[in-house]
């Protein structure tokens, strides 16, 4: 058989097989051969790139995107959608494939440091009910000190996520930021703030969502920073925020006197032991994302295909 022909029949046995829906029994009967010979010229078609596969959903995975993200930061696991709809959609969407990334790891998470946020909220929302029992949930920074629709259920999110793991969760009374640095030092040693701090540090697993140096950050529309902090921040070279460290783009704090007024965990939390999983996507979560998987504050990245393209594009 000349190789002409046996294009010619690798191409008829695919029509039959993907247009026409015969099983390789019944293609093996029209085409006079054996239905070994069959699976052979379909596998050989699918070598060649006369097949193509395409998985079309908007949960499904770009899994070469995955291995070159794991690949360029050393990451223990990347799960990356093929998710190109408009912001909401696409927070619905990874938030969705976080959760089940959340509540498939195996040993299951026992304790869970989680950050506050839109993208966490999400998350917490798509988690199934009693996906596990007896799970530890702490505030790994302060609170809101305002409260809208929108804010409210990111506050609620760490109460649901306890909650929906058939455990507890341990609320950090305390802002975020406050203004005068000895009043920050003694909340970090009152006891309650101090215990619930360390055990977020040391938790298992820590869940959050990196933050861009934006004027509308929820930071600014909670109250706790005005834009002017905002150009400061980005005129000493901060790109990015993790639990309210405004770090550059080596993942080093960029102002002394802002960090020593911040109730939160440190960054040494999210370079330390245990499983460090980052979920976000957009534009503007790309070189957070990336200063942080370059600085080793995260072992697993949740993220759609448009935004890890351009984490590494950077």
Same mark, same amino acid.
């Given at each position: 058989?000349?190789?002409?022909?046996?294009?010619?029949?690798?191409?008829?046995?695919?029509?039959?097989?993907?247009?026409?829906?015969?099983?390789?029994? *019944?293609?093996?009967?029209?085409? +006079?051969?054996? =239905? !070994? /010979?069959? %699976?052979?010229?379909?596998?050989? @078609?699918?070598?060649?790139?006369?097949?193509?596969?395409?998985?079309?959903?908007?949960?499904?995975?770009?899994?070469?995107?995955?291995?070159?993200?794991?690949?360029?930061?050393?990451?223990?696991?990347?799960?990356?959608?093929?998710?190109?709809?408009?912001?909401?959609?696409?927070?619905?969407?990874?938030?969705?494939?976080?959760?089940?990334?959340?509540?498939?790891?195996?040993?299951?998470?026992?304790?869970?440091?989680?950050?506050?946020?839109?993208?966490? *909220?999400?998350?917490?929302?798509? +988690?199934?009910? =009693? !996906? /596990?029992? %007896?799970?530890?949930?702490?505030? @790994?920074?302060?609170?809101?000190?305002?409260s809208d629709d929108d804010d409210d259920v990111i506050g609620r999110s760490i109460s649901l996520i306890a909650r929906k793991g058939q455990g507890v969760g341990r609320l950090l009374p305390a802002p975020a930021f406050v203004r005068d640095v000895e009043l920050a030092q003694r909340l970090r040693q009152e006891p309650s703030i101090a215990r619930t701090l360390r055990d977020a540090a040391g938790a298992d697993t820590i869940l959050y969502s990196p933050g861009a140096i934006r004027d509308d950050s929820i930071l600014v529309r909670s109250g706790y920073l005005k834009k002017g902090v905002m150009e400061r921040l980005r005129a000493k070279g901060a790109v990015a925020d993790f639990f309210s460290h405004f770090v550059d783009s080596r993942g080093a704090p960029v102002i002394p006197e802002v960090e020593d007024r911040v109730i939160s965990i440190g960054l040494e939390a999210l370079a330390g032991p245990g499983r460090r999983i980052m979920a976000g996507h957009g534009p503007d979560k790309a070189l957070p994302m990336r200063v942080a998987l370059a600085a080793g504050f995260a072992t697993a990245v949740v993220t759609d295909s448009t935004t890890a393209s351009a984490i590494l594009a950077r």
């Open positions: 058989m000349t190789d002409s022909e046996r294009e010619a029949l690798m191409l008829r046995a695919a029509e039959l097989y993907y247009y026409e829906r015969l099983t390789q029994a *019944a293609i093996a009967d029209r085409l +006079m051969c054996s =239905r !070994w /010979t069959v %699976g052979r010229l379909l596998e050989e @078609a699918r070598d060649c790139g006369m097949i193509t596969i395409s998985i079309v959903h908007p949960n499904a995975r770009d899994r070469p995107l995955e291995n070159r993200l794991r690949d360029a930061f050393g990451i223990a696991d990347a799960i990356v959608v093929t998710c190109d709809e408009e912001a909401r959609t696409a927070r619905r969407i990874v938030a969705s494939a976080t959760s089940d990334y959340l509540t498939g790891l195996r040993p299951r998470p026992a304790t869970l440091g989680v950050s506050w946020g839109r993208t966490v *909220a999400a998350v917490a929302q798509a +988690m199934p009910e =009693r !996906w /596990t029992s %007896g799970l530890k949930v702490y505030q @790994a920074f302060g609170g809101l000190i305002r």
